[in-house]
């Protein structure tokens, strides 16, 4: 800060006027004004203006000014000024800005003095006066065990966490145990990071794929440094890890790596020396947007694994917890002093918009447990969306607009994920957790948020469309057809469609007497055949995840949703046109649910709580399995496996055709609809089925 000018005496003619214009001038640091010559009075008045103007502005333009206003005043005149209110009005003038920039000065130190409080930073660094005898308790009764890494061949880890003891200096002291994290050597892990950037990261492209690939050169250069640095990395690392075996298949085999069947059960393996790694960073280190990197993947992994679980809901309420921490939801803040990151133009930025905007759109998701209750409010965040923009397009400083969201990068599904979460967001506040009632009012209100979700799907890019005919692909430019685009089409499609199906399924037992429930009806249906449609597309293409799509929750959620509306539709709408097309329709996606169960035991969890749920209501299947037994198929153990360019007929209605699914029989629906009748409640139906999906 510039010092405060000297006061200086005035000439005896002028300090007697001073005073009687300004009794309290004394206690004031006055300019010596005497040597001002009137010619420059109005340059000062102007000046004076312009910077009591400037006020609101940041506390080094208001120095600065100050500083221009007091070198003008104390330069050399010739000639003093005629007019002494003038000069009073030009000492008030600089007596107010020092005020102010002082004010300013105030107001920074009590932020600063606030976040200091609020900071923690010191227990993990060391950084602390506390008496030495203290210290060491607080540093060994709470920090994590001692780690650290080292590297073996995937071949040989059996167990990527182990124990050593290391002997003490100290003869006297009690030995430690230090845990081991067994990571693949370098050449094995740029090939998993690859397969997940390959194929796996446009799911939830929270990371920047040149920047996770330098990381892991100057990991494994580094590997030997203090665990406390290399703990948040080492944990995004793992979580790429665990998300790479677990989705590896025969076509990425290598010979450097086992079968495919023990990289997918290594994967279990790595997320929970995942696990360990985070719960050592969070006991000794202050956070780092890595560590929300590394949640993001495992608890996309763990709701694959478990549904949502416990685990998924501490992972995700930890991560989103550890973004407010780091100040992700002011990255763009209007005050800079409160931004975490200096430069908002920086790719470090943007990396954290893309980490903030991921945990904003999943904490508003309109499915699951959580359905009707978001935390983030977006009046209390101030971060732009992430830019549309490939990584390999992405610099340190990159400004002006970015791509149009016509043009296909790797962000597009991302973005339109947000955009479909912030209209959940919306749904959500117009629905009442204690509207359960199916009354005029409620499905009006059902009507005009399907209206947005239609309008959404006008609005999906071209490049997401799934109308393409062949004659058209051909049209379709190369960069639109990459593996990741193909597979984020599917994904967006499918959810867009199973988040209808929800919408709308409350009103198929009101189908037959009220006529504006016929149309939510229409509009069930026509998006439960489009989810099983997009599914018999997804199977002919012949990327690696077209093998491995069961094993992820979100896949199967929607085709559960379609299989619960189609089932629904026969059982109680009895009577209606096209009764055995739509068995036929039902059966197709039980027959997909029953093919999942090869990849998924939550595919035959799904399976069983459906058969529950039939059981509830009292129905009897021929082959149905007695209660405590586990479902079993009626057909052959092993997958059904479609080869790329089979021919498959779809109509223009969306039923599929039921060629090469196993055989299921069709006469469980005349006993079903025999069974049931139209008065049955479906919100209590619902009510009986596990609910597993993110």
């Not at 010596?32 to 333009?61: P, Y």
């Not at 069930?524 to 449609?533: E, K, Q």
């Not at 992820?552 to 299989?563: E, K, P």
Request: charged letters at 25%; a negative charge; glycine letters at 4%.
């Amino acid at each position: 800060m510039i010092p405060h000018s000297p006061i200086l005496p005035l000439p005896s003619c002028r300090k007697e006027f001073a005073k009687s214009a300004c009794p309290g001038i004394d206690q004031y640091p006055v300019i010596c004004v005497a040597l001002v010559s009137f010619a420059a009075v109005g340059n000062f008045r102007a000046q004076t203006a312009l910077l009591e103007a400037s006020i609101a502005s940041s506390e080094h333009d208001i120095l600065s000014r100050l500083q221009r206003l007091e070198d003008i005043i104390l330069s050399p005149r010739t000639s003093a000024p005629q007019d002494s209110t003038e000069l009073v009005e030009v000492a008030h003038a600089l007596t107010n800005l020092r005020r102010e920039a002082s004010k300013q000065h105030t107001e920074n130190d009590a932020e600063w003095l606030e976040r200091e409080c609020l900071d923690h930073s010191w227990l993990v660094s060391g950084a602390t006066s506390l008496p030495p005898s203290e210290a060491d308790w607080l540093e060994h009764s709470i920090h994590s065990d001692l780690i650290s890494f080292d590297t073996c061949s995937v071949s040989q880890i059996t167990n990527p966490v182990s124990f050593f003891y290391q002997s003490p200096a100290d003869p006297c002291a009690q030995g430690e145990p230090t845990k081991c994290i067994w990571i693949p050597s370098l050449e094995e892990s740029k090939i998993l990071v690859e397969k997940y950037l390959c194929d796996i990261t446009h799911i939830h492209h929270v990371i920047h794929s040149p920047t996770v690939r330098t990381m892991v050169n100057d990991m494994y250069t580094n590997l030997q440094s203090t665990p406390n640095t290399m703990a948040a990395k080492m944990a995004l690392l793992l979580s790429i890890i665990a998300s790479a075996t677990y989705s590896w298949t025969s076509r990425d085999n290598d010979t450097i790596f086992p079968s495919p069947e023990v990289l997918n059960r290594q994967s279990l393996l790595w997320i929970k020396a995942t696990l360990d790694v985070l719960d050592y960073s969070r006991r000794s280190t202050s956070g780092a947007i890595e560590e929300i990197q590394a949640m993001i993947i495992l608890s996309f992994l763990v709701s694959s694994l478990e549904g949502l679980s416990r685990r998924y809901r501490d992972l995700f309420s930890t991560a989103a917890a550890l973004a407010r921490q780091l100040s992700l939801h002011r990255i763009d803040h209007p005050n800079p002093a409160l931004r975490p990151f200096q430069d908002p133009d920086s790719l470090q930025a943007e990396v954290g918009r893309r980490v903030w905007w991921y945990v904003v759109a999943t904490d508003c998701r309109y499915i699951g447990p959580h359905e009707g209750i978001y935390t983030v409010n977006p009046k209390h965040m101030a971060v732009n969306k992430p830019r549309n923009e490939n990584d390999e397009d992405l610099l340190d400083g990159l400004k002006g607009d970015d791509k149009p969201l016509s043009q296909p990068t790797c962000m597009s599904y991302f973005l339109q994920r947000v955009k479909l979460a912030e209209r959940s967001r919306d749904f959500t506040d117009r629905d009442s957790l204690r509207d359960v009632s199916l009354s005029s009012e409620s499905q009006n209100n059902t009507m005009v948020i399907d209206a947005e979700i239609e309008q959404f799907i006008r609005e999906i890019p071209t490049f997401f469309s799934l109308d393409h005919s062949s004659a058209a692909d051909n049209d379709v430019p190369k960069a639109q057809r990459t593996p990741g685009i193909l597979i984020q089409s599917y994904i967006l499609n499918s959810l867009v469609h199973a988040q209808r199906c929800k919408l709308h399924v409350k009103y198929l037992a009101q189908a037959k007497t009220d006529p504006a429930c016929a149309r939510s009806r229409e509009i069930c249906l026509h998006a439960a055949r489009t989810v099983v449609r997009t599914e018999r597309l997804l199977r002919k293409e012949s990327t690696p995840f077209v093998m491995v799509r069961f094993k992820y929750s979100g896949v199967l959620y929607c085709l559960f949703m379609a299989a619960v509306v189609l089932l629904l539709d026969v059982c109680l709408n009895k009577g209606v046109a096209d009764e055995e097309a739509r068995k036929a329709e039902a059966m197709t996606a039980f027959g997909i649910l029953e093919e999942a169960r090869e990849q998924s035991k939550m595919a035959t969890k799904l399976l069983e709580s459906l058969m529950s749920v039939v059981r509830k209501h009292h129905v009897t299947l021929p082959g149905l399995p007695k209660d405590g037994q586990t479902f079993t198929a009626s057909s052959s153990d092993s997958p059904m496996i479609v080869e790329a360019g089979e021919p498959t007929s779809i109509e223009e209605t969306g039923i599929p055709d039921t060629e090469n699914l196993p055989e299921l029989d069709l006469s469980y629906f005349d006993e079903i609809w025999q069974s049931l009748g139209t008065e049955m409640d479906v919100a209590n139906l619902f009510s009986g089925l596990n609910s597993h999906f993110p």
